[in-house]
């Protein structure tokens, strides 16, 4: 059982248009991550949302973590190609153990 | 800055055969971690170190084996390589600053067992 499911899998849409992807969990988490992950890289974090119902944007991307801290979402307006790459949310555990979840692969096509 | 630094890239090895990837950082980082990412899976913690001379198991560690001598450098062991590590791991690192850790990866290191 995958401690958070992270929906669409695959997602391919047109540059200039909007999309979210999506977080969930039945459990309830302290905070939460979103890394990004370009081919033969590794993830690079973009965010941390702590309080329930917390917004924080960078740039084009708005990141929603659910009121009761189970669920999380990530919302681009007018994706561009430079958005395309792996998306990843993440629970930490302690200090020490990162959680992740199976990832959305998003193809932005120009 | 160097910041997380693993070698090799790639890697083939044939069952049976053992081999360390190294790991190291140039941020005194506390924390050191080791994920293998592999498709459909996401990204899983092996063996994680929070300080020299500390390590701990992470969700995965069958057939891997850590060591943290120094702040610096993590390497992760194999064994004796089985296919089903075929995959892609990833070391990282981080301060230990509690839920707004900013954690770093490294490049990866892409290993094929044949």
């Known amino acids: 059982t995958q401690l958070l499911e992270q929906s669409p899998q695959f997602l391919s849409i047109q540059e200039g248009e909007n999309l979210t992807v999506y977080c969930n969990s039945s459990?309830?988490?302290?905070?939460l991550q979103w890394y990004r992950q370009e081919p033969g890289e590794g993830p690079v974090l973009l965010v941390t949302?702590?309080?329930?119902?917390e917004v924080k944007k960078l740039k084009r991307l708005t990141f929603q973590f659910g009121d009761a801290r189970k669920d999380s979402s990530l919302h681009i307006t007018a994706a561009q190609p430079g958005d395309t790459g792996l998306y990843l949310c993440a629970v930490l555990f302690g200090n020490e153990k990162l959680t992740f979840g199976t990832g959305t692969r998003l193809t932005i096509i120009p | 800055n160097a910041g997380v630094t693993q070698t090799p890239k790639f890697q083939v090895l044939k069952t049976g055969q053992s081999m360390t990837l190294q790991c190291a950082q140039d941020?005194?980082?506390?924390?050191m971690s080791w994920y293998r990412q592999d498709p459909g899976m996401g990204l899983r913690l092996i063996h994680y170190s929070v300080g020299a001379g500390i390590t701990d198991q992470g969700e995965v560690p069958n057939g891997y084996n850590v060591s943290r001598s120094t702040t610096e450098d993590f390497p992760l062991r194999l064994l004796s390589a089985a296919p089903s590590q075929t995959s892609v791991y990833f070391c990282a690192s981080s301060y230990m600053t509690g839920s707004g850790n900013t954690i770093y990866f490294g490049e990866g290191s892409w290993l094929t067992v044949v």
């Open positions: 949302v702590v309080t329930g119902g």
């Open positions: 941020m005194n980082h506390e924390y």
């Open positions: 459990s309830v988490f302290s905070s």
